[in-house]
């Protein structure tokens, strides 16, 4: 009788591998512990003369995404984001952002696990980061930078998709 309740507690866990051992829990599991700025820089570097402007400045914005292990089931994803407002005249404004999101993910395979560590985390993280960068520039004395939402998910599909079209093009030996 006692295996029939274990058979049970399994089909109710949704466990398809057979019994689980002593209430391990084994299911795929993501959570976020906590985000935080890691880094924050702002320049103005001709304020107060830059106010006065009339040209329309140039903004160049670069994102970049990192993840790293620190530990057993802990992973920190880093969104970076550069924002740098260019007229004429000069450097209006320059925004660094380094945001960070503590990321544990328990019982996740690898090739799920990086499709989230740099699409689906980022695209959790990123309405925080443009929050801050909004500000940053509003604090900076301009109109707030309202960035554009972005497709992670397609953007690393492209980085997949050019990595192994990469592979492909490469000789396979010496000729």
């Not at 924050?40 to 993840?67: K, R, T």
């Not at 707030?144 to 599909?157: S, V």
């Amino acid at each position: 009788m006692a295996d029939e309740g274990n058979i049970i507690s399994n089909l109710d866990l949704g466990a398809a591998d057979g019994p689980v051992a002593n209430g391990e829990d084994t299911a795929p599991a993501i959570g976020i512990i906590s985000q935080y700025v890691k880094d924050l820089s702002v320049e103005n570097p001709n304020a107060p003369e830059s106010y006065q402007w009339e040209d329309a400045p140039q903004v160049q914005v670069d994102f970049n995404i990192g993840a790293r292990n620190l530990g057993p089931d802990i992973h920190e994803i880093e969104l970076k984001i550069n924002v740098t407002s260019k007229g004429a005249q000069g450097t209006a404004f320059i925004i660094e952002l380094a945001y960070c999101g503590l990321i544990a993910m328990r019982n996740i395979p690898e090739d799920q696990a990086h499709p989230f560590l740099f699409a689906e985390g980022p695209r959790i993280l990123f309405p925080f980061a443009r929050r801050i960068v909004a500000d940053a520039v509003r604090d900076a004395g301009y109109p707030p930078l309202m960035l554009e939402p972005i497709d992670f998910t397609g953007l690393y599909m492209q980085q997949i998709e050019a990595r192994q079209a990469e592979s492909v093009g490469e000789p396979a030996g010496n000729a």
